[in-house]
C-alpha cells in the first residue's frame, strides 16, 4: 500500500495529450467538464451542488429545459459563473445495475460526440461512476481509457483530455490504468 | 418458474453482495440468537411503542438472518421451514426492508449490550444498510449527504471558498473579542503539534464551537493548524454501511495530517466522527496510521491538567446534565474523560438516568436527522430521552457530538422542555481565565460636547445595524418579537411577518438588506417562497438567514436550484448569536475589520 501523494501523470495519444490530476473538476478552467448527470438532470448534491453554488441558477434553468435522458445520453449546457465554459451532462450507469461496462462505454461515446460537435479543445472528466454510484476505480479507468484512446486515435478537434479526480484509490486506479497504456 | 427467475436484478445483487460481507463477526451474530427477548426492553423504539414487534432488535434482526439462512447457512438450504429461511425477489421487499433498517433503528447498539448470546445486531443493521446502498436503495437524505461527502469531500457540501471564509471570519471575531491582533487560526501550516479536523455542521450551522476551540488552542499556546481540504472528521459511511465511502473520507483526513507532518489529530466533539476516523477508518481504508489521534475532549483534559489554560468553574454556573453519545460511549468507552472535564468547567453537574454505556441514543444516531421521511417514528422514540432529560431537572444538557446536540435539540424542542443544548467546548471556552495583556494608558484628552451635539443620535449612530431594514419571518409570535427587539436594539429597522405571503409581499415593498425565514410557517410552502425571493430580479441584493427548528426541514431550501441563504441558524437562538451571523451575512464583520 502506497501512503505517499502522487504527482500528476499524463501520456500522449496521437496530437493530444491526456492528464490526470488531482482537483475538483468545478472549479477548473477548460472548455468542458463532463456532469455525471440524473436521468432528470436535476443537478443535486455533490458536484451537482457545487455547479449550482459557483455557477448560479442559470445551468439548472436551462437544464429544465430538456426532456430527461436515458442512461447513455448525454447533452451540453452554459456553466454559468464556472471557470469552464460548458458542461457535458452525461447520465451513465449506476449502483450494480446490469450492463455496467457497455452503458459506461455509451456514455462516454456520447460525451466526447458532444464535445466535437461543439468544438471543444480542453476537455475534462471525473472518474466516471465511481465513488458514490459506486463503480470499481479499476472499471471505470479501463472503460474511460479505452474509449478515449480509441476516439483520439480518430479524427478530432480535442487536444486535451483532463482526466479529474479526488481520491487517491481513484487516483491510483487512473494511473496505472495509463502506465499500462503507454 | 424458478426462484432465480422471478428475482429483480437488485435482490440478486443484495444477496450476491451479502455473502461477500459476511465475516467470522458478522456470521456469529447473525448464527447466536436464540429469540431470548432480553434485547427487546434496551431499545428506545420498543419503549415509546408498546405492543408493536415490528421495533423489537430480534424481529427486525429476522429480516436479514432469513436472507443468511437461505442462502448461505446449510440448516436453511436443508430444512428451510425450520430455521426460518427466506429470500427477497422484488424491489419492494427491498424498499420494505431499506424502512426497517434505516427508520427502526439509529445502530446505537444499546440492545448488543443485553443479549447473552453477544449478538451486535447494530453491526449487521449497518451492513444491511451498506447491501441496500449498492443497489441504489436508500433514504433520499442518505443519497444527498453521501454524494456530498464523496464529491465535495464533506458532508454539507460546504465549499472549500466558504469554509475558508468560515475560519477567517471566526479569526476575526476572537481577534476583536481579546482585543488581540496576534490570536489566528493557521491554515495548512507544517510540523505543527496538533491538527484539528471538524465537523461540516460546525462551518454551517456553528461557527462558534470553532472559534471556541481556537481560543482554547490559543489560551494553551499550542502550536496547531487546519488543514485547507481533507478537513471534514464526520464520515457518512458509517451510518449508510458504505465501507467503500468510509475508507475514501478517512484516508483523506489522514493524507492530510501526513503531508503537514502534523504530530497529532484532533477530532472536534462528534461521536461518529470520532469513532469513524479513530476506531474504523484505517480498516475501511486499508492504511496504517502513523501518527496519534484523540478527542477533543482529551485534549482539552490534559491541558487543564497539564496546567496549560486556566479555568474558573464559576463562569458556568446552571445545572448541567451529560448525554453520552452512543459511539463515543459504548462504542469507544469515553465514559469518564468527559465527566472529569465537565467537573472542572462547571459548578453543577447532575448524572443523568441511565448514564454511560446504558444511556439511550439522543434518536439522531445512525444518520436518523438526515432522513425526514422518518422523523415523525423518531421523534415518537423520543419519549424516552425526553423522560430522561426531564428528570434531571437540568437547565443545560451538555454532549460531545454534534449529532446528539441535532437530535436533543429535536426532542427538546418536540416534548417542550426548557432545556439548552452545548458542548464541552463552549463550556471551557467560557471558563477560559485568559491573562490580561498589560496596557500602557494613554492619557484622554476630554472632548467637550456642546448641547446640540445630541448624544442619543450619536449612540444610535454608532449601532451596528444602523440604517438597515431586516423583515423577521416566523409565525411564532415569541420568537417574531425576540428576533425583531435584538435586531431593533442594535439598530435595525424591523418588519414582522407572520407568513411566507407576509414576508414575499413585505420583501417586495420594503426592499430589506435581510430577511430571516422560518421554514415552517401556514399557508405558502416556505420552499417555494424561498425560490420566489431568489427569483426576484429586484430583490437580487437581499440577503436570507433561515432560521428553523426543525432541521429536516433544511432540504426544501437546499435541494432548489437557485442561490442558496446566506446563513443558517438553529433554533433556540441566542443574542450573541444572532448578531453574530447577521453581521456575517451583512458583511459587517469584514467592513468593521
Ligand atoms: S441498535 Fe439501538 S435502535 Fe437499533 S435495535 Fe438496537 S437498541 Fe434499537
Ligand atoms: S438478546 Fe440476543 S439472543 Fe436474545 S433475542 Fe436479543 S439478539 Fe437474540
Same mark, same amino acid.
Given at each position: 500500500?502506497?501512503?505517499?501523494?502522487?504527482?500528476?501523470?499524463?501520456?500522449?495519444?496521437?496530437?493530444?495529450?491526456?492528464?490526470?490530476?488531482?482537483?475538483?473538476?468545478?472549479?477548473?478552467?477548460?472548455?468542458?467538464?463532463?456532469? &455525471?448527470?440524473?436521468?432528470?438532470?436535476?443537478?443535486?448534491?455533490?458536484?451537482?451542488?457545487?455547479?449550482?453554488?459557483?455557477?448560479?441558477?442559470?445551468?439548472?434553468?436551462?437544464?429544465?429545459?430538456?426532456?430527461?435522458?436515458?442512461?447513455?445520453?448525454?447533452?451540453?449546457?452554459?456553466?454559468?459563473?464556472?471557470?469552464?465554459?460548458?458542461?457535458?451532462?452525461?447520465?451513465?450507469?449506476?449502483?450494480?445495475?446490469?450492463?455496467?461496462?457497455?452503458?459506461?462505454?455509451?456514455?462516454?461515446?456520447?460525451?466526447?460526440?458532444? +464535445?466535437?460537435?461543439?468544438?471543444?479543445?480542453?476537455?475534462?472528466?471525473?472518474?466516471?461512476?465511481?465513488? &458514490?454510484?459506486?463503480?470499481?476505480?479499476?472499471?471505470?479507468?479501463?472503460?474511460?481509457?479505452?474509449?478515449?484512446?480509441?476516439?483520439?486515435?480518430?479524427?478530432?478537434?480535442?487536444?486535451?483530455?483532463?482526466?479529474?479526480?479526488?481520491?487517491?484509490?481513484?487516483?491510483? +486506479?487512473?494511473?496505472?490504468?495509463?502506465?499500462?497504456?503507454? | 418458474?424458478?426462484?432465480?427467475?422471478?428475482?429483480?436484478?437488485?435482490?440478486?445483487?443484495?444477496?450476491?453482495?451479502?455473502?461477500?460481507?459476511?465475516?467470522?463477526?458478522?456470521?456469529?451474530?447473525?448464527?447466536?440468537? @436464540?429469540?431470548?427477548?432480553?434485547?427487546?426492553?434496551?431499545?428506545?423504539?420498543?419503549?415509546?411503542?408498546?405492543?408493536?414487534?415490528?421495533?423489537?432488535?430480534?424481529?427486525?434482526?429476522?429480516?436479514?438472518?432469513?436472507?443468511?439462512?437461505?442462502?448461505?447457512?446449510?440448516?436453511?438450504?436443508?430444512?428451510?421451514? /425450520?430455521?426460518?429461511?427466506?429470500?427477497?425477489?422484488?424491489?419492494?421487499?427491498?424498499?420494505?426492508?431499506?424502512?426497517?433498517?434505516?427508520?427502526?433503528?439509529?445502530?446505537?447498539?444499546?440492545?448488543?449490550?443485553?443479549?447473552?448470546?453477544?449478538?451486535?445486531?447494530?453491526?449487521?443493521?449497518?451492513?444491511?444498510?451498506?447491501?441496500?446502498?449498492?443497489?441504489?436503495?436508500?433514504?433520499?437524505?442518505?443519497?444527498? @449527504?453521501?454524494?456530498?461527502?464523496?464529491?465535495?469531500?464533506?458532508?454539507?457540501?460546504?465549499?472549500?471558498?466558504?469554509?475558508?471564509?468560515?475560519?477567517?471570519?471566526?479569526?476575526?471575531?476572537?481577534?476583536?473579542?481579546?482585543?488581540?491582533?496576534?490570536?489566528?487560526?493557521?491554515?495548512?501550516?507544517?510540523?505543527?503539534?496538533?491538527?484539528?479536523?471538524?465537523?461540516?455542521?460546525?462551518?454551517?450551522?456553528?461557527?462558534?464551537?470553532?472559534?471556541?476551540?481556537?481560543?482554547?488552542?490559543?489560551?494553551?499556546?499550542?502550536? /496547531?493548524?487546519?488543514?485547507?481540504?481533507? /478537513?471534514?472528521?464526520?464520515?457518512?459511511?458509517?451510518?449508510?454501511?458504505?465501507?467503500?465511502?468510509?475508507?475514501?473520507?478517512?484516508?483523506?483526513?489522514?493524507?492530510?495530517?501526513?503531508?503537514?507532518?502534523?504530530?497529532?489529530?484532533?477530532?472536534?466533539?462528534?461521536?461518529?466522527?470520532?469513532?469513524?476516523?479513530?476506531?474504523?477508518?484505517?480498516?475501511?481504508?486499508?492504511?496504517?496510521?502513523?501518527?496519534?489521534?484523540?478527542?477533543?475532549?482529551?485534549?482539552? *483534559?490534559?491541558?487543564?491538567?497539564?496546567?496549560?489554560?486556566?479555568?474558573?468553574?464559576?463562569?458556568?454556573?446552571?445545572?448541567?446534565?451529560?448525554?453520552?453519545?452512543?459511539?463515543?460511549?459504548?462504542?469507544?468507552?469515553?465514559?469518564?474523560?468527559?465527566?472529569?472535564?465537565?467537573?472542572?468547567?462547571?459548578?453543577?453537574?447532575?448524572?443523568?438516568?441511565?448514564?454511560?454505556?446504558?444511556?439511550?441514543?439522543?434518536?439522531?444516531?445512525?444518520?436518523?436527522?438526515?432522513?425526514?421521511?422518518?422523523?415523525?417514528?423518531?421523534?415518537?422514540?423520543?419519549?424516552?430521552?425526553?423522560?430522561?432529560?426531564?428528570?434531571?431537572?437540568?437547565?443545560?444538557?451538555?454532549?460531545?457530538?454534534?449529532?446528539?446536540?441535532?437530535?436533543?435539540?429535536?426532542?427538546?424542542?418536540?416534548?417542550?422542555?426548557?432545556?439548552?443544548?452545548?458542548?464541552?467546548?463552549?463550556?471551557?471556552?467560557?471558563?477560559?481565565?485568559?491573562?490580561?495583556?498589560? @496596557?500602557?494608558?494613554?492619557?484622554?484628552?476630554? @472632548?467637550?460636547?456642546?448641547?446640540?451635539?445630541?448624544?442619543?443620535?450619536?449612540?444610535?449612530?454608532?449601532?451596528?445595524?444602523?440604517?438597515?431594514?431586516?423583515?423577521?419571518?416566523?409565525?411564532?409570535?415569541?420568537?417574531?418579537?425576540?428576533?425583531?427587539?435584538?435586531?431593533?436594539?442594535?439598530?435595525?429597522?424591523?418588519?414582522?411577518?407572520?407568513?411566507?405571503?407576509?414576508?414575499?409581499?413585505?420583501?417586495?415593498?420594503?426592499?430589506?438588506?435581510?430577511?430571516?425565514?422560518? *421554514?415552517?410557517?401556514?399557508?405558502?410552502?416556505?420552499?417555494?417562497?424561498?425560490?420566489?425571493?431568489?427569483?426576484?430580479?429586484?430583490?437580487?441584493?437581499?440577503?436570507?438567514?433561515?432560521?428553523?427548528?426543525?432541521?429536516?426541514?433544511?432540504?426544501?431550501?437546499?435541494?432548489?436550484?437557485?442561490?442558496?441563504?446566506?446563513?443558517?441558524?438553529?433554533?433556540?437562538?441566542?443574542?450573541?448569536?444572532?448578531?453574530?451571523?447577521?453581521?456575517?451575512?451583512?458583511?459587517?464583520?469584514?467592513?468593521?475589520?
Amino acid at each position: 500500500m502506497s501512503q505517499t501523494l502522487q504527482e500528476d501523470t499524463s501520456i500522449q495519444i496521437n496530437q493530444c495529450v491526456v492528464r490526470l490530476i488531482r482537483d475538483d473538476i468545478t472549479d477548473i478552467e477548460v472548455d468542458a467538464f463532463v456532469y &455525471y448527470a440524473q436521468h432528470d438532470l436535476a443537478l443535486g448534491s455533490g458536484f451537482g451542488g457545487a455547479i449550482a453554488v459557483r455557477g448560479g441558477p442559470s445551468v439548472q434553468k436551462e437544464l429544465d429545459e430538456f426532456d430527461p435522458l436515458e442512461t447513455g445520453g448525454a447533452i451540453v449546457s452554459g456553466a454559468g459563473n464556472l471557470k469552464a465554459d460548458s458542461i457535458i451532462h452525461a447520465v451513465g450507469p449506476r449502483f450494480r445495475e446490469e450492463d455496467i461496462e457497455g452503458k459506461l462505454r455509451t456514455t462516454m461515446i456520447n460525451a466526447l460526440r458532444r +464535445a466535437e460537435e461543439k468544438g471543444f479543445r480542453r476537455i475534462a472528466f471525473p472518474a466516471m461512476g465511481a465513488g &458514490y454510484y459506486g463503480i470499481l476505480p479499476a472499471v471505470s479507468a479501463e472503460v474511460m481509457l479505452d474509449v478515449i484512446k480509441s476516439h483520439l486515435e480518430g479524427e478530432t478537434g480535442i487536444s486535451e483530455v483532463i482526466i479529474c479526480v479526488f481520491d487517491t484509490p481513484q487516483f491510483n +486506479a487512473f494511473q496505472s490504468t495509463m502506465t499500462n497504456l503507454n | 418458474m424458478s426462484e432465480k427467475k422471478q428475482r429483480s436484478h437488485k435482490a440478486e445483487m443484495v444477496i450476491e453482495r451479502l455473502g461477500q460481507k459476511l465475516n467470522r463477526q458478522v456470521v456469529g451474530s447473525l448464527a447466536a440468537c @436464540v429469540h431470548c427477548g432480553m434485547c427487546t426492553e434496551s431499545c428506545h423504539y420498543v419503549l415509546a411503542n408498546p405492543g408493536d414487534p415490528t421495533y423489537a432488535p430480534a424481529y427486525k434482526a429476522d429480516k436479514v438472518r432469513k436472507l443468511f439462512k437461505r442462502h448461505y447457512d446449510w440448516t436453511g438450504r436443508v430444512f428451510p421451514w /425450520w430455521v426460518k429461511a427466506g429470500s427477497v425477489f422484488t424491489d419492494e421487499e427491498l424498499e420494505e426492508l431499506k424502512d426497517t433498517v434505516f427508520g427502526k433503528c439509529t445502530n446505537c447498539r444499546r440492545c448488543t449490550l443485553n443479549c447473552p448470546m453477544g449478538v451486535d445486531f447494530a453491526t449487521f443493521n449497518r451492513m444491511t444498510r451498506g447491501l441496500l446502498v449498492s443497489v441504489g436503495i436508500q433514504p433520499e437524505g442518505v443519497a444527498v @449527504v453521501s454524494k456530498d461527502q464523496w464529491e465535495i469531500g464533506n458532508q454539507m457540501g460546504v465549499l472549500k471558498e466558504d469554509y475558508l471564509d468560515t475560519l477567517e471570519w471566526m479569526e476575526e471575531e476572537l481577534q476583536d473579542e481579546l482585543e488581540d491582533p496576534g490570536v489566528t487560526i493557521p491554515v495548512d501550516a507544517s510540523d505543527c503539534d496538533v491538527l484539528y479536523a471538524i465537523n461540516p455542521r460546525e462551518v454551517k450551522y456553528d461557527p462558534r464551537s470553532i472559534a471556541d476551540a481556537a481560543k482554547i488552542f490559543h489560551a494553551a499556546g499550542e502550536k /496547531w493548524t487546519m488543514p485547507s481540504e481533507g /478537513w471534514d472528521q464526520t464520515n457518512f459511511g458509517l451510518f449508510s454501511g458504505d465501507d467503500a465511502l468510509g475508507g475514501s473520507v478517512a484516508r483523506r483526513l489522514y493524507e492530510k495530517v501526513i503531508e503537514l507532518n502534523a504530530g497529532k489529530l484532533v477530532i472536534s466533539e462528534c461521536g461518529h466522527g470520532y469513532r469513524s476516523t479513530r476506531c474504523e477508518g484505517s480498516n475501511w481504508a486499508g492504511f496504517d496510521v502513523p501518527f496519534e489521534m484523540e478527542s477533543s475532549v482529551l485534549t482539552m *483534559l490534559r491541558y487543564i491538567k497539564e496546567g496549560r489554560i486556566k479555568v474558573d468553574r464559576s463562569r458556568n454556573t446552571q445545572l448541567v446534565t451529560f448525554h453520552d453519545s452512543c459511539n463515543n460511549a459504548r462504542s469507544c468507552g469515553l465514559f469518564e474523560e468527559p465527566r472529569e472535564l465537565l467537573n472542572l468547567v462547571c459548578e453543577n453537574f447532575q448524572e443523568m438516568y441511565p448514564n454511560r454505556a446504558e444511556n439511550y441514543c439522543c434518536t439522531g444516531g445512525g444518520g436518523a436527522m438526515s432522513m425526514s421521511e422518518y422523523t415523525p417514528q423518531r421523534l415518537k422514540s423520543g419519549v424516552i430521552k425526553a423522560d430522561q432529560l426531564k428528570e434531571t431537572g437540568a437547565e443545560v444538557v451538555v454532549t460531545s457530538c454534534h449529532n446528539c446536540v441535532d437530535g436533543l435539540s429535536d426532542v427538546i424542542k418536540h416534548y417542550e422542555i426548557d432545556m439548552e443544548v452545548t458542548q464541552l467546548v463552549n463550556l471551557v471556552a467560557n471558563a477560559l481565565v485568559i491573562e490580561e495583556k498589560v @496596557v500602557v494608558p494613554v492619557e484622554e484628552v476630554p @472632548v467637550a460636547v456642546t448641547a446640540d451635539e445630541v448624544p442619543v443620535a450619536a449612540a444610535l449612530e454608532a449601532l451596528p445595524l444602523s440604517g438597515r431594514v431586516i423583515v423577521v419571518a416566523d409565525d411564532e409570535p415569541d420568537q417574531v418579537e425576540f428576533l425583531a427587539t435584538v435586531l431593533e436594539d442594535n439598530g435595525a429597522t424591523v418588519h414582522r411577518a407572520g407568513t411566507g405571503d407576509e414576508a414575499l409581499e413585505l420583501a417586495r415593498r420594503e426592499k430589506p438588506d435581510l430577511l430571516t425565514l422560518d *421554514l415552517h410557517m401556514p399557508g405558502r410552502d416556505v420552499g417555494e417562497v424561498f425560490e420566489m425571493l431568489r427569483e426576484d430580479p429586484e430583490l437580487e441584493d437581499l440577503k436570507i438567514c433561515v432560521i428553523t427548528g426543525r432541521p429536516e426541514l433544511r432540504r426544501l431550501i437546499y435541494d432548489r436550484s437557485v442561490r442558496r441563504p446566506e446563513g443558517y441558524l438553529d433554533k433556540p437562538v441566542d443574542e450573541a448569536n444572532l448578531m453574530l451571523n447577521v453581521r456575517k451575512i451583512l458583511e459587517l464583520a469584514h467592513e468593521e475589520g
